[in-house]
Nanobody, 113 residues
Framework: QVQLVESGGGLVQPGGSLRLSCAAT????????MGWYRQAPGKQRESVAV???????NYADSVKGRFIISRDNAKSTVSLQMNSLKPEDTAVYFC???????WGQGTQVTVSS
């Protein structure tokens, strides 16, 4: 089983940037595809970005060109660099290990002036 802990959320103005990090413990991190998902109030959880074990990436259309997912297998971390943030990016962001189904507890991102 993989344990995931997110950090880095907060309040930011439109156009600003935030970097989310997810630390994984308990299993062979480097072999897993990892993803960032988000859930806004009243909406379903949606995929934001996914990175495979060989560093292939996939992004939701709504964040392409603004968000970058990356991983550091030596540190067992996956990060999400979020730039040019918009109010509609406001949500709880979750880290997810696709192979095991594990989820982090989530971190709140609020984009507001």
């Amino acid at each position: 089983q993989v344990q995931l802990v997110e950090s880095g959320g907060g309040l930011v103005q439109p156009g600003g940037s935030l970097r989310l990090s997810c630390a994984a413990t308990g299993s062979i991190f480097s072999s897993y595809a990892m993803g960032w998902y988000r859930q806004a109030p009243g909406k379903q959880r949606e995929s934001v970005a996914v990175i495979t074990s060989n560093n292939s990436t996939n992004y939701a259309d709504s964040v392409k060109g603004r968000f970058i997912i990356s991983r550091d297998n030596a540190k067992s971390t996956v990060s999400l660099q979020m730039n040019s943030l918009k109010p509609e990016d406001t949500a709880v962001y979750f880290c997810h290990a696709l192979a095991t189904g594990s989820w982090g507890q989530g971190t709140q991102v609020t984009v507001s002036s």
